[in-house]
């Protein structure tokens, strides 16, 4: 058998073992790209799928900087920020990230996934400790893995468990707590003021991954901290550039120091290439966007609103979210990927998400508006979920 056959038997192997978990996954193909209505593998359909909360991938002042930006400095960074991608545009919008979430500063990332696994591992090591959500998200648990810190996982949201496990490791040299702002899956907030309060109590340091909050909630978008009044006191803030801004890449926000220190020793920072200069432009526009549009935000909650309350009224499960994020929970597993495909056909697209992403026993649709769809295409998309589910007996 040559090299590339062994291979084949072994991945096939692999790949049947997933099928078998019904964990198999594969790539849809879209039409176009962060329109409410699109076509998903031929057929058109609302698009309940999309973190692009408030339409801005599509804006035109984020177009139109991408664009000049493009033009005037070319398509790339050509190199990592520590050797020859650094751009005065990079410290444009460090400065306008620092500001928007009342950090002393901000280092933006090529992503977050790499925000998070080259951050933890820059500040917790060898006799730290990590207490990390147990439905923190994957890049944080990939961060902990990378560290050599001991971790230890406290139930979900909440601030007692968090308490107890710190106070039982009150010898550590650095304690770090990892939280969600807005859990991505389930849509449910952090209690971030009695998390704050027991992490100043127990001096241990907070990190809020506030990818879903950022832009989306709070009085000016800038986020689960503001949400609570509490702009400015979590002392450190990460979230990404390509959800509700509507651009790519991401930030971390704290003190002076913290930059610094990712800057020397994050190696998500020092080993990859700096992004291009598109990317940067349309973040700051993004941003001048937010400020400047606040309708955007105040379409997505009157959508939300309206989904949310079509959904409940339908007798779906929506657990307990709070936000924009809607989980409509399937409580047979082997239903969810063939209801997710018969809402296909019927015209509405919300991901069917299965275990290993979700807890087993809580499969579920994940369900979010965005600020640009019209109430008629809600509507299309409630009647799908009415019909369809009444089909499958999943709804009586
Ligand atoms: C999407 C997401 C990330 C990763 O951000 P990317 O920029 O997409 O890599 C990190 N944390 C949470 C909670 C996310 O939802």
Redesign the pocket.
């Known amino acids: 058998m040559s090299a590339s056959d062994s291979l084949r038997a072994a991945l096939s192997t692999d790949l049947d073992t997933l099928r078998e978990a019904g964990q198999y996954r594969w790539l849809r193909h879209f039409d176009s790209l962060q329109e409410p209505v699109t076509r998903v593998d031929g057929r058109e359909v609302v698009l309940l799928s999309s973190s692009n909360y408030l339409g801005l991938a599509r804006h035109p002042r984020l177009v139109a900087a991408a664009r000049e930006a493009t033009a005037r400095h070319g398509t790339a960074s050509g190199s990592s920020r520590l050797i020859a991608g650094n751009h005065p545009l990079y410290e444009e919008l460090e400065e306008a990230l620092a500001l928007f979430v009342g950090a002393e500063s901000a280092l933006v990332f090529a992503?977050?996934?790499?925000a998070?696994v080259g951050m933890i591992p820059a500040i917790a090591g060898e006799g730290d400790v990590i207490f990390s959500d147990a439905l923190a998200?994957a890049?944080l648990v990939d961060g902990c893995r990378l560290s050599r810190a001991r971790t230890e996982v406290f139930r979900h949201n909440d601030p007692q468990t968090l308490e107890a496990a710190l106070r039982a490791n009150a010898e550590a040299r650095r304690k770090l707590v990892l939280v969600?702002g807005v859990y991505?899956m389930d849509g449910d907030l952090s209690p971030l003021p009695d998390l704050l309060a027991v992490c100043e109590r127990e001096g241990a340091w907070l990190l809020l991954?506030d990818?879903?909050g950022t832009g989306v909630l709070g009085e000016r978008g800038r986020g689960t901290a503001e949400h609570f009044g509490l702009a400015g006191r979590v002392p450190i803030q990460m979230g990404?550039l390509?959800?509700s801004l509507g651009s790519f890449g991401?930030w971390v926000a704290g003190p002076r120091e913290l930059r610094e220190t990712l800057i020397n020793r994050a190696r998500g920072f020092i080993f990859t290439c700096a992004l291009p200069p598109a990317a940067l432009a349309s973040s700051l526009a993004a941003l001048r966007v937010l400020e400047d549009e606040p309708e955007h935000r105040a379409r997505l909650w009157e959508n939300t609103r309206h989904l949310r309350e079509g959904l409940r009224s339908l007798g779906y499960d929506l657990g307990g979210s709070e936000t924009h994020i809607l989980p409509v929970f399937i409580a047979d597993a082997s239903q969810v990927m063939p209801f997710c495909e018969a809402l296909l056909d019927a015209g509405v697209f919300a991901q069917g998400i299965r275990p290993p992403s979700v807890p087993e026993g809580a499969s579920r649709l994940r369900v979010c508006a965005m600020a640009t769809h019209a109430k008629d295409q809600l509507d299309r998309a409630l009647e799908a979920f009415d019909r369809v589910g009444r089909r499958m007996g999943i709804i009586s």
């Open positions: 992503t977050g996934y790499l998070n998200h890049s969600d991505s991954d990818s879903h990404t390509g959800k991401a």
